[in-house]
């Protein structure tokens, strides 16, 4: 059995994080050498080196990288151990941080009401938001990695979670839109605008079905880039609804075609972290979330289980009327995602 202290964990997560003992042992407060020996002992107890050193400093080993992962999990789950304890078996407030990751469009535009619901409702618990590209494991890869408690990720409609080991519940499917200029004749034949993140499994296929589509002309980093270059008339965009809530005058939308691509989007979290009363607490206000225009709740999977529901097979949203950002809402913008996804407790 691996027998690794509570000092041992917090030391492997600071020097992965400071990339140097001495700088790791400035901030545990102790010295270089109470450090190196630390790391010994962990490398000694699991088998292998967790570190490379040299003159670049300390830099992870790849089983370096799975160990600090893993105590950055048991750390956090030794956090929540006593505040748990002690408020067992009563329904009182909570206290702490909950740390989250999501991409850009749901930190901006799904996080800030269902924050200030779960303000309201628990005033002692304080959140931490990191904005993750969704790019490579993306916010599945914070949680997984223990920097985040819950991750708002894209998720592969009947595949498994993003991340091995992580549990993963859908909570909507969005559609892609034409985003382009008010007023333009022909908006499929101006040049295309993409940003880095607009590509996946969930669109590749249907990407590749289209002859119109030229070649991108502007190829930004940020999609609320991407979203004004259109706005300012120096092309068109191919973008998830959510991106374009908000949007700029001088954008309009239209519908891509009776069977636009579309994208699920969910939560991601550990199987530990999922029932601990803060991260239950969230993925309840996720789940009571109104919907806004063009983004349809998930159906809930066959067995019910918030731990298979990314493993059920999706059909692909009807698509909305053409509109602009501002048009009305849809009968299904007002539907709560209570209905529709798995409940929190049975995670």
């Known amino acids: 059995m691996t027998d690794l202290a509570p000092h041992e964990l917090r030391t492997l997560v600071a020097v992965e994080e400071e990339r ?34 040299g003159r670049h400093g300390a830099r992870p080993t790849e089983g370096g990288a799975r160990a600090v992962a893993y105590a950055r999990r048991i750390l956090r789950l030794l956090d929540a151990m006593g505040p748990e304890v002690r408020g067992a078996g009563a329904d009182g407030p909570l206290t702490g941080t909950l740390r989250i990751a999501a991409f850009r469009s749901a930190a901006a535009h799904l996080l800030p009401p269902v924050l200030a619901r779960l303000a309201e409702r628990h005033p002692g618990l304080g959140t931490r938001v990191r904005i993750v590209r969704e790019l490579g494991r993306g916010s599945a890869g914070e949680v997984a990695d223990g920097r985040a408690d819950l991750g708002l990720a894209t998720l592969d409609a009947g595949g498994p979670p993003p991340v091995p080991g992580l549990v993963a519940v859908r909570l909507y499917e969005e559609s892609y839109a034409l985003a382009h200029p008010q007023g333009h004749p022909a908006p499929r034949e101006l040049p295309l605008v993409d940003w880095d993140e607009n590509c996946g499994s969930y669109t590749r296929d249907w990407w590749q079905r289209q002859d119109w589509i030229p ?48 994208r699920s989007v969910g939560y991601v979290t550990t199987p530990e972290l999922a029932g601990t009363p803060a991260v239950r607490a969230l993925i309840r206000e996720l789940r009571e979330l109104p919907l806004p225009a063009g983004l349809v709740a998930a159906r809930p999977s066959a067995a019910g289980s918030a731990a298979t529901a990314t493993r059920t097979p999706v059909t692909a949203p009807a698509p909305a009327a053409a509109q602009s950002p501002t048009a009305s809402q849809p009968p299904t913008a007002s539907r709560s995602l209570r209905n529709s996804s798995a409940s929190p407790s049975r995670v």
């Open 215 to 262: 070649p991108a002309t502007v190829d930004v980093e940020d999609d609320t880039v991407a979203v004004s270059l259109v706005a300012q008339g120096l092309g068109m965009a191919i973008m998830p609804r959510t991106t374009l809530l908000g949007a700029p005058p001088g954008l309009a939308v239209t519908d891509l075609g009776p069977r636009p691509p579309s």
């Open 20 to 53: 140097s003992f001495t700088a790791a042992a400035a901030r545990l407060g102790t010295t270089q050498s109470a450090v190196s020996h630390a790391v010994r002992a962990c490398e000694r107890k699991l088998g292998t080196v967790l570190f490379d050193r």
